[in-house]
């Protein structure tokens, strides 16, 4: 039997972290995951460059059921700190927008950093593991995998939600949670394209592809981004945003054109060019094959400019600024950035994360009901969660 002072589950970057973190406190520290690499999904991430954070990360940018719950976490190891590091490493990066923070070559920078930590700490890594059975007694927890019996004195479940199974994504961390009796909150998928009702599909799948800046809103939460139509529904970060928010059954309100009141550029554009038709002058500034989908669709009625009056430019505009969409579902895990849920955050503490009602175990990152919004908060959570339970387990 192998005896560790800390197993980690999943070697993520929630449990990376907080291996390099307790191998630097001189604990003997061992991270298991059931992939062939580690931090996979860094990787990917970010379209291969890693926004491995937010310059203006704070607790206001997550979900939980508890609001409170990441603050500690995230004011004792902070985006700043993270970014010293990755400056310490001399890893070239960028803000693309809203503060979020790119590799300027590859997420492989992160991960490589990652393992370099690990290996000046001493962390020990093995990979391809599949855990059969975890067991508690004597203040020990026992993990049996390829009939290998290994113990440890803390337990730390970083092991991740269910987006893209694909890529080794288990119900592990829930399954284990539950087993210690510990609440684990209903799971869906966020940070998610919404899907088309199948009459709209027939309608908007021809405009795939089109893209555009708006103000997407669900359930009075409001994202000002990019908005893509997709063959199965809508998607680009204004949705993907909102995603998170949205329930089956409600509407998504999408203003078409958040900088330009439509009223006023018509009523200018009338004045100016009365024998323009409508058509051309809302191609300036909309998608010329939005606006024409929309005409076919007899939501819109091409005429002459000077044909309008203010009761009909007002329509045109009610309908531009606020386009309803209902979603019949989301795409779900497989495309799915993140899992909403999780773990009961009323289960652990926020100084340490460890489980209140089971000594020794702890849990850090997706697998716990915090998820942030798109744009890098996820990985701060991650690296947050992970660093504040390196410091005790
Ligand atoms: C396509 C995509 C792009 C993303 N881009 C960004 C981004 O740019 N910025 C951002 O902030 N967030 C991004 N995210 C979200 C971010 O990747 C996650 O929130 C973050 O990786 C969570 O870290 P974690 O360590 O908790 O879990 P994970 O990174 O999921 O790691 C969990 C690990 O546990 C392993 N595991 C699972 N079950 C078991 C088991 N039973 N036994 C052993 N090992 C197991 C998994 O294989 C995995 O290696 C993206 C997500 C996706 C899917």
Known sequence: MQQWDVIVIGAGAAGLFCAIEAAKRGRKTLVLDNGKRIGRKILMSGGGRCNFTNMYASPANFLSQNKHFCKS??????????????????????????????????????????QQECDKAGVQIALQQEIQTVTFSDGQYQLQSKGLTRSCQSLVVASGGLSLPNLGATAFGFQLAEQFGLKVLPVRAGLVPLTWQPDDKAV??????????????????????DMLFTHRG????????????????????????????????????????????????????????????????????????????????????????????????????????????????????????????????????????????????????????????????
């Open 73 to 114: 976490a995230l004011s004792r190891y902070t985006q700043w700190d993270f970014l010293a590091l990755v400056q310490q490493y001399q890893i070239p990066y960028h803000e693309k927008t809203l503060g979020q923070l790119f590799c300027d070559n590859s997420a492989k920078d992160i991960v490589d950093m990652l």
């Open 204 to 225: 908007y799948e021809e405009i795939s592809g089109v893209s555009l800046p708006v103000t997407a809103e669900a359930n009075d939460v409001l994202f000002p981004e």
């Open 234 to 393: 809508l998607s680009g970060p204004a949705i993907l945003q909102v995603s998170s928010f949205w329930q089956p059954g409600d509407e998504v309100v999408v203003n078409l054109s958040p900088q330009q009141n439509i009223f006023e550029f018509l009523t200018e554009a009338q004045q100016k060019h009365p024998e323009q038709e409508l058509k051309t002058a809302l191609s300036r500034l909309l998608p010329k094959r939005l606006v024409e989908k929309l005409l076919a669709q007899n939501l819109l009625a091409n005429q002459p400019l000077k044909a309008l009056n203010p009761k009909s430019s007002q329509r045109i505009a009610d309908l531009l600024h606020h386009f309803v969409f209902k979603p019949n579902g989301t795409e779900g895990y497989r495309t799915a950035e993140v899992t909403l849920g999780g773990v009961d955050t009323d289960e652990l503490s926020s100084k340490t994360m460890e489980a209140k009602k089971q000594p020794g175990l702890y849990f850090i990152g997706e697998v716990v009901d915090v998820t942030g919004w798109l744009g890098g908060y996820n990985f701060q959570w991650a690296w947050s969660s992970g660093w504040v339970a390196g410091q005790y387990c």
